[in-house]
């Protein structure tokens, strides 16, 4: 399923957000379908990229965490900017591995405010199928 999925993804030319939620296996699989381990970020990763001011990233990254972990990595001092920037990860597809399975859908963040602040929250989630 994951190769299907990558390889329909990457002849549309799409952007993809790999997050193998800590998973060896999803790692494994990923990188098994055609991905670059050279394209892996961790959390320490996503953070300096973040605070360096974010160089240009290839069209398919894979993060280590979940799509939760990845978005809560995002400054909340300038929640618009921080949207910005994640909607631009999120811009084509998200292949999400969650308990045992590949998810593959869109989506994107819209900043929420609270009593404690502001923070970002993940909408508009739609299944993709091919």
Request: hydrophobic share 40%; proline share 2%; glycine share 10%.
């Given at each position: 399923?994951?190769?299907?999925?990558?390889?329909?993804?990457?002849?549309?030319?799409?952007?993809?957000?790999?997050?193998?939620?800590g998973?060896?296996e999803?790692?494994?699989a990923?990188?098994?379908?055609?991905?670059?381990?050279?394209?892996?970020l961790?959390?320490?990763?996503?953070?300096?990229?973040?605070?360096t001011?974010?160089?240009?990233?290839?069209?398919?990254?894979?993060?280590?965490?979940?799509?939760?972990?990845f978005?809560?990595?995002?400054?909340?001092?300038?929640?618009?900017?921080?949207?910005?920037?994640?909607?631009?990860?999120?811009?084509?597809?998200?292949?999400?591995?969650?308990?045992?399975?590949?998810?593959?859908?869109?989506?994107?963040?819209?900043?929420?405010?609270?009593?404690?602040?502001?923070?970002?929250?993940i909408?508009?989630?739609?299944?993709?199928?091919?």
């Amino acid at each position: 399923m994951l190769q299907n999925t990558l390889d329909i993804l990457r002849k549309e030319g799409k952007e993809i957000l790999v997050c193998l939620s800590g998973s060896d296996e999803a790692q494994k699989a990923w990188l098994a379908a055609g991905g670059e381990a050279g394209h892996m970020l961790s959390a320490r990763q996503v953070e300096s990229w973040l605070m360096t001011g974010g160089a240009t990233l290839p069209k398919e990254i894979a993060f280590s965490g979940t799509l939760e972990e990845f978005v809560s990595l995002f400054p909340k001092t300038n929640a618009e900017d921080s949207k910005r920037k994640v909607n631009g990860f999120l811009s084509g597809a998200v292949v999400e591995y969650k308990d045992g399975n590949w998810e593959c859908f869109t989506c994107n963040v819209v900043v929420m405010g609270c009593c404690m602040g502001e923070y970002l929250s993940i909408v508009n989630k739609k299944e993709m199928s091919f």
